[in-house]
């Protein structure tokens, strides 16, 4: 084959690759959505319990991180924004710029990484190693599905997480950031606070709420589906979590401005 | 004998393209009692799989209780009623729960038993089994040969009638194959099939014997 002939084949070869991931991502959410309408009322109980543990691991236990980050987040770009805004005599738009840009794309997207780096790697690594360990199997053989016993929880608890973490983070960013940023500038609260109400609308919450659970469902499904790809070796486990990082990145940063701009144009 | 499980024209091939089974024909009929034997690379854990619906042909079929497994295991009705007890050599069982939580789980889940109703079964059944003791620990805390007799007791609880048991890990000690062989002799009741694998906790007496070999199945003759 020539040089030519065989960078294309390359190319082909690793977009069909792409697009069996994608594939295979969409046809485990459209299963896990088929099987969840058909959880009996008497399994609700067994599957909260789950969906509960998997909040407190993605939200509880994450929200000292994600306050913090948001925290000094929100105070340098506080700074940041107001250097640049007083060049202009413009200091009044401050709030607006500051709501702008937390609510809309770094609360999200910042939430989002670090759900990514705490929780999707521990949902791949744990589907490939109960793939492995044989108890996927197993349930299936017992008539447990595993779609609404380990998948559903993991994905609607992947939702209330994050939607609830970036609520968190927005809250943290707008207000800690201000307390932080007002050691260093002489910065009025009531004029700051009237200033941010007026700049939050219906299309910030909006766009909270889109995101959060886009990115809440996304990135477990496609963490999972990485993870239920491994087959024979524990050695596969890393090389699954670290696919299953990169695409959730990809598909949030992808999700993210497909909705930003669908919302705001 | 009635069927209880059908193997049809089954060809596998291993992963690494080397063919496992090739046309192979097998009925299990209700109340069977079958171990199975044969070389390492027979296919035997596979052929346990294939009832199982964890593995499917490349071509034929498996039908189970006059159903053919197609597709997903999950949706075939023997399996939804959590009438198959499959006892893989590790145990099966979910390691980040208790093994209180693991074998209340299918009973609770599959059969609707109130899952507090659910933990009091499991509890009594560890007692009968020697096991209640370890009823707070979860599986990396306990023996493998002690998770292997928690799957059977597990499946027990589901009252399986098709019994898919893969070998204890390494030889059983003598109070484990106890435990082990009052667990089979109280749950498996005269209409349920048994197949195993290995030597584990029952008289090789009491079982017939199929061998397993270049891809075919036969009644085991003694050489």
Avoid at chain 2, 152 to 181: F, H, N, Q, Y
Wanted: net charge positive; with cysteine; aromatic share 6%.
């Amino acid at each position: 084959m020539s040089g030519a002939g065989s960078c294309a084949a390359r190319v082909g070869a690793r977009t069909r690759r792409i697009l069996a991931s994608v594939g295979s991502a969409a046809w485990l959410a459209v299963q896990v959505f088929r099987a969840s309408l058909r959880i009996r009322t008497d399994q609700v109980g067994l599957i909260y319990a789950v969906t509960r543990m998997q909040v407190r691991f993605t939200a509880l236990d994450a929200l000292a991180l994600t306050l913090f980050t948001a925290l000094l987040l929100g105070g340098i770009t506080l700074l940041q924004v107001f250097s640049q805004l007083s060049g202009f005599g413009a200091e009044n738009y401050l709030s607006q710029l500051m709501a702008r840009l937390v609510l809309r794309e770094l609360g999200p997207l910042l939430v989002a990484i670090v759900v990514i780096g705490r929780s999707g790697t521990a949902i791949a690594a744990e589907l490939a190693s109960m793939r492995l360990n044989g108890e996927i199997d197993a349930l299936c053989a017992m008539g447990v599905n595993p779609l609404q016993f380990v998948l559903a929880p993991r994905v609607v608890g992947g939702m209330i997480s994050m939607f609830t973490l970036i609520i968190c983070f927005d809250a943290a960013a707008l207000l800690g950031g201000f307390f932080v940023a007002r050691l260093r500038l002489p910065l009025s609260l009531s004029f700051y606070l009237n200033a941010l109400g007026s700049a939050i609308g219906g299309k910030e919450l909006a766009i909270t709420l889109l995101k959060g659970l886009v990115f809440g469902g996304t990135v477990p499904l496609l963490c999972a589906s990485y993870g239920l790809r491994v087959r024979t070796s524990p050695t596969e486990i890393p090389q699954a979590v670290t696919k299953a990082v990169v695409a959730s990145l990809l598909a949030v940063f992808l999700s993210g401005a497909l909705l930003s701009v669908a919302i705001y144009g | 004998m009635a069927e209880l499980a059908r193997l049809e024209d089954i060809h596998l091939r291993s992963l690494e393209g080397r063919a496992v089974f090739d046309a192979l024909d097998w009925s299990t009929p209700f109340g069977a009692r079958y171990r199975l034997l044969g070389p390492s690379g027979s296919g035997a854990p596979d052929l346990l799989r294939l009832l199982a619906g964890l593995l499917h042909p490349d071509r034929g079929q498996v039908i189970l209780d006059g159903v053919p497994v197609d597709g997903q295991a999950l949706s075939h009705p023997f399996i939804q009623r959590g009438k198959l007890g499959w006892v893989p050599s590790n145990g099966g069982l979910l390691v980040n729960q208790t093994l209180t939580v693991n074998l209340a789980l299918p009973l609770a889940f599959v059969q609707g038993v109130h899952s507090a109703e659910a933990e009091a079964m499991a509890m009594e059944a560890m007692e009968a089994a020697g096991i209640g003791p370890l009823a707070q620990l979860r599986p990396h805390a306990m023996e493998l040969s002690q998770r292997w007799l928690a799957g059977l007791v597990r499946a027990s609880l589901m009252r399986a009638e098709l019994w898919l048991i893969e070998a204890p890990p390494g030889d059983l000690d003598a109070r484990t194959r106890k435990r082990a062989r009052r667990v089979l002799d109280q749950a498996v009741d005269a209409k349920a099939a048994l197949i195993v694998l290995g030597e584990g906790a029952w008289s090789p007496d009491t079982l017939q014997a199929w061998q397993l070999e270049d891809g075919r199945i036969a009644p085991w003759e003694e050489p």
